[in-house]
C-alpha cells in the first residue's frame, strides 16, 4: 500500500485544522451542551459510563460532545495538528477526554488496548478516505469487547455518485463518479467545505468510493453483527446546492426524496 495517499491526505487535513476551529460552530460545545447530529443522536442512545473509542475524530468536537453526556472517551485521528487542538479544546472545557495521534490502520500498535471499548464510533465524512475496508473493519473488531457495538453514519454511496461541479440545467447536481469505481480518485481542490472562503494550499487528496454492500460485508467479514441498516432522506450538510434546510438543521431535497443521502448502522461484536 503506497504511502502517497496517506501523506496527501494527512497534509490536507492538517491545514483544514484552524479553518474548522473558526468555521464550526463550538459555542454550544464551550456552553456545556454539545450535540451531534439529529441522525445520530436520535440512534446512538445513552453513553454515560461507557467506554467509546471514537476513529477519525479530527478536532474532537464530537468526542467532546459525548464526554459532556458522560462517556469515558478516546479520539483518535493522523493528524497532529487536530489532536492538538482537540487537547487543547478538552483542557478548555476540562473535560477528562483522552487524544491519539495515529493512522487509523496503526491503530492497534499505537492504542494496545485490545477488545475494551463498549462502542466504536465514527461519522461524517470518514470512510471515503481510506482505501482499504476490510482493514479498517479488522481494526474496530480488534478494539469492541464482547458485546460492544460499533456506530457509523456517513453520506450514502448512491448520493456520492453525484456533485455540483456537473450540475444540470435544472440546478440538480449532475454525474460525477461511477458507483463501483475502483481505486483512488486523486484530485486537487483548494476548497474547504466548512468555510467557502478557504484556499487550502494543500489541494491534492485521495479518496475512495466504497459501495454499501462492500461496507457492510466487510464488517460482517471481521466478526460483526449487523444490527440495523438505515437509509435517510437528509444529511448534516448541504452535500448539493439544491438541498433545502430543514427545522432540524439537516438538509433535504426539495420535493421529491430523490436519493438517499445518508446511511447509519450498528453492529455487535
Not at 79 to 108: H, K, T
Not at 177 to 184: D, R
Request: glycine fraction near 8%; hydrophobic fraction near 45%.
Amino acid at each position: 500500500m503506497t504511502e502517497a495517499w496517506r501523506d496527501a491526505n494527512r497534509a490536507n487535513w492538517d491545514e483544514r485544522v484552524p479553518v474548522h476551529l473558526r468555521a464550526y460552530n463550538l459555542a454550544p460545545l464551550r456552553a456545556g451542551k454539545g450535540a451531534l447530529y439529529p441522525i445520530e443522536a436520535a440512534e446512538l442512545g445513552p453513553v454515560a459510563g461507557l467506554r467509546i473509542l471514537h476513529l477519525q475524530c479530527h478536532i474532537g468536537s464530537d468526542t467532546l460532545t459525548l464526554a459532556q453526556q458522560g462517556a469515558e472517551v478516546t479520539g483518535l485521528d493522523f493528524s497532529e495538528p487536530a489532536i492538538a487542538a482537540a487537547r487543547a479544546l478538552a483542557a478548555e472545557l476540562a473535560l477528562p477526554a483522552r487524544f491519539v495521534v495515529s493512522d487509523l490502520y496503526a491503530a492497534p500498535q499505537t492504542l494496545p488496548e485490545p477488545a475494551s471499548f463498549d462502542r466504536v464510533f465514527t461519522t461524517w465524512g470518514t470512510i471515503c478516505w481510506l482505501p482499504d475496508l476490510t482493514g479498517w473493519a479488522r481494526v474496530i473488531a480488534h478494539f469492541l469487547k464482547p458485546g460492544g457495538t460499533f456506530y457509523m453514519a456517513d453520506g450514502h454511496p448512491t448520493a456520492l455518485v453525484f456533485d455540483d461541479d456537473n450540475a444540470l440545467p435544472s440546478g440538480l447536481p449532475g454525474y460525477f463518479l461511477p458507483y463501483f469505481h475502483q481505486g483512488a480518485l486523486v484530485q486537487d481542490d483548494h476548497r474547504d467545505y466548512a468555510d467557502p472562503e478557504a484556499r487550502l494550499a494543500s489541494t491534492r487528496t485521495y479518496q475512495y468510493a466504497h459501495p454499501l454492500g462492500a461496507i457492510v460485508s466487510t464488517l460482517l467479514e471481521a466478526g460483526l453483527t449487523l444490527e440495523f441498516l438505515h437509509e435517510h432522506q437528509a444529511v448534516p450538510w448541504r452535500m448539493f446546492a439544491a438541498l433545502i434546510e430543514d427545522a432540524d438543521g439537516l438538509y433535504r431535497w426539495p420535493g421529491q426524496p430523490w436519493l438517499p443521502l445518508a446511511f447509519s448502522l450498528r453492529a455487535r461484536r
